[in-house]
């Protein structure tokens, strides 16, 4: 098992910034591929970035290219989501999730396996 909590979220301006925390405990955080998804109200939840558990490679939604970045620190046991230029359809619950996806997987939900509760970011207009 592996429990994920999510910090750092809150109310921001168009064009300011936030960084998102997970902290992860349970089995062994360098085993997992970290994610992080968002819901916003009456839509799907959405793939935002991940970051590969071995060589740390990144992967990130068109939506976001550019203007967020994903990082971990596994002597942390923490991955981080640094969001900068917020607009306001970034307003949404955004969610850490761990897992092993390969290929197109580690876009989708149903590539992780455990869930934090989410934080909300909220991003006025």
């Known amino acids: 098992q592996v429990q994920l909590v999510e910090s750092g979220g809150g109310l921001v301006q168009a064009g300011g910034s936030l960084r998102l925390s997970c902290a992860a405990s349970?089995?062994?955080?360098?085993?997992?591929?970290m994610g992080w998804f968002r819901q916003a109200p009456g839509k799907e939840r959405e793939f935002v970035a991940a970051?590969?558990?071995?060589?740390?490679?990144?992967y990130y939604a068109d939506s976001v290219k550019g203007r967020f970045t994903i990082s971990r620190d596994n002597a942390k046991n923490t991955v981080y989501l640094q969001m900068n230029s917020l607009k306001p359809e970034d307003t949404a619950v955004y969610y850490c999730?761990?897992?092993?996806?390969?290929?197109?997987?580690?876009?989708?939900?149903?590539?992780?396996?455990?869930w934090g509760q989410g934080t909300q970011v909220t991003v006025s207009s």
């Open positions: 999730a761990a897992g092993a996806p390969s290929g197109s997987r580690r876009y989708a939900r149903n590539g992780y396996d455990y």
């Open positions: 349970g089995r062994i955080f360098s085993h997992y591929t």
């Open positions: 970051i590969r558990r071995d060589i740390g490679v990144t």
